[in-house]
């Protein structure tokens, strides 16, 4: 293996650290905020020389996918990456966009659900939906396409603006409801689109 510099040591020592700690491994956006990187081009660089040094390993095109090199682990074939879209408000409504940041790695299987093309996550911001055990910072997995339920948690564009809530019909007319009681019910003045029925929680890790 080529000599890798000091700053590369403490990078690899934090991604040993971390997958120990977490079964996976850190996004470049967690290397570059634990080291203080101002962007996550930093992060990448440190990444890549010690790929190129045969001091980390990784699976091409598979998000918290690397591991060091001269670790036993092998990739897990089970997982899969699905596109986080950003962040969903769990309050009230936001007039973002959703774009695509980065991907995460899950085990369909684990979490009892048939991932498809259709399948997406977002990042919850807020706390309107504590009810649920939603906390801000989880992540929801979600379906495109699926017809809600009432009862169902949906992510939701009302009259243009997104919103994560639950979703119910009163006399016929559908509307979101927070799940805490500080936030008030949420009724279309114009139109409701459903852009995805949520299908299972990523619980935010502490520490």
Request: charged share 30%; net charge positive; hydrophobic share 35%.
């Amino acid at each position: 293996m080529k000599a890798i510099t000091e700053r590369q040591k403490r990078v690899l020592e934090f991604i040993r650290d971390y997958r120990e700690r977490h079964g996976g491994s850190p996004s470049l956006r967690e290397i570059a905020a634990h080291f203080g990187f101002r962007s996550m081009t930093a992060a990448a660089d440190h990444v890549r020389a010690l790929r190129n040094k045969g001091a980390l390993q990784w699976v091409p095109r598979r998000a918290r996918s690397l591991y060091p090199g001269d670790s036993m682990e092998t990739p897990d074939k089970a997982l899969m990456e699905i596109p986080v879209y950003g962040g969903i408000p769990a309050g009230f409504t936001d007039e973002r966009r959703q774009e695509e940041l980065e991907c995460i790695a899950v085990d369909p299987n684990s979490l009892g659900i048939r991932a498809t093309s259709r399948t997406f996550a977002l990042e919850v911001r807020g706390d309107s939906m504590i009810g649920r055990h939603i906390l801000d910072g989880d992540y929801v997995i979600l379906e495109h396409g699926m017809m809600p339920r009432p009862g169902d948690v949906v992510a939701a564009l009302i009259d243009n603006e997104s919103t994560l809530k639950t979703y119910h019909e009163r006399r016929g007319r559908p509307y979101l409801k927070a799940e805490n009681p500080e936030y008030p019910d949420f009724i279309p003045a114009s139109e409701l689109v459903i852009q995805g029925v949520m299908v299972a929680l990523i619980r935010r890790r502490k520490g």
